[in-house]
T-cell receptor
Framework: GESVGLHLPTLSVQEGDNSIINCAYS??????FIWYKQESGKGPQFIID?????DKRQGQRVTVLLNKTVKHLSLQIAATQPGDSAVYFC????????????FGKGTTLSVSS | GAVVSQHPSWVICKSGTSVKIECRSL??????MFWYRQFPKQSLMLMAT?????????EQGVEKDKFLINHASLTLSTLTVTSAHPEDSSFYIC??????????FGAGSRLTVL
């Protein structure tokens, strides 16, 4: 059966494939979620965000899905490119606006040509 | 817009010395700044929340006397690692917000304590 919320520390894909990165968050009161990309030696870079009143949001080549029932978040990257290789983190806002983001475990995405 | 700058980007110091890291919001006023710490191949761990003009709020397990945070203006927060030891070697990242959940991260500062 499907393993909802399964976090993989690494994901290897071929260029052009679609990538799916999963994240399980901890706080049912969190109302805002963000996916970040971090390249080696650099700070996190914003990719896409979603609020708890939505279950899907699309950007350019990226889609974020939110399942509040099982506290699961996923990032889908279409037509993955070598430049997408990085560590991806999901982050949740703990409570109301203005509080810090709490980061989940990262997933290292490796894209081969 | 919304650029956050950290300085220095890399610092090496001797054990027992203190190191100051600056976090500046270049083109906006940051009401709140956050300091994170990241060990190799691990996630970002929140250390403290810093509000301009008030004392920082530290996360559980973070020594406030070890990691001094000063947020003297709306564009500058500093983190001072006092009496640094090799176990303090890490990647320190700040982020700043104008409010409404919008966080901008700095490029990080890598501290190596010999």
């Amino acid at each position: 059966g499907e393993s909802v919320g399964l976090h993989l520390p690494t994901l290897s894909v071929q260029e052009g494939d679609n990538s799916i990165i999963n994240c399980a968050y901890s706080n049912s009161a969190s109302d805002y979620f963000i996916w970040y990309k971090q390249e080696s030696g650099k700070g996190p870079q914003f990719i896409i965000d979603i609020r708890s009143n939505m279950d899907k949001r699309q950007g350019q080549r990226v889609t974020v899905l939110l399942n509040k029932t099982v506290k699961h978040l996923s990032l889908q990257i279409a037509a993955t490119q070598p430049g997408d290789s990085a560590v991806y983190f999901c982050a949740e806002n703990r409570a109301q606006a203005g509080t810090a983001l709490i980061f989940g475990k990262g997933t290292t995405l490796s894209v081969s040509s | 817009g919304a650029v956050v700058s950290q300085h220095p980007s890399w610092v090496i110091c001797k054990s027992g010395t203190s190191v100051k890291i600056e976090c500046r919001s270049l083109d906006f006023q940051a009401t709140t700044m956050f300091w994170y710490r990241q060990f190799p191949k691990q996630s970002l761990m929140l250390m403290a929340t810093s509000n301009e003009g008030s004392k920082a709020t530290y996360e559980q397990g973070v020594e406030k006397d070890k990691f001094l945070i000063n947020h003297a203006s709306l564009t500058l927060s500093t983190l001072t690692v006092t009496s640094a030891h090799p176990e303090d070697s890490s990647f320190y990242i700040c982020s700043a917000t104008r409010g409404a959940n919008v966080l901008t991260f700095g490029a990080g500062s890598r501290l190596t304590v010999l």
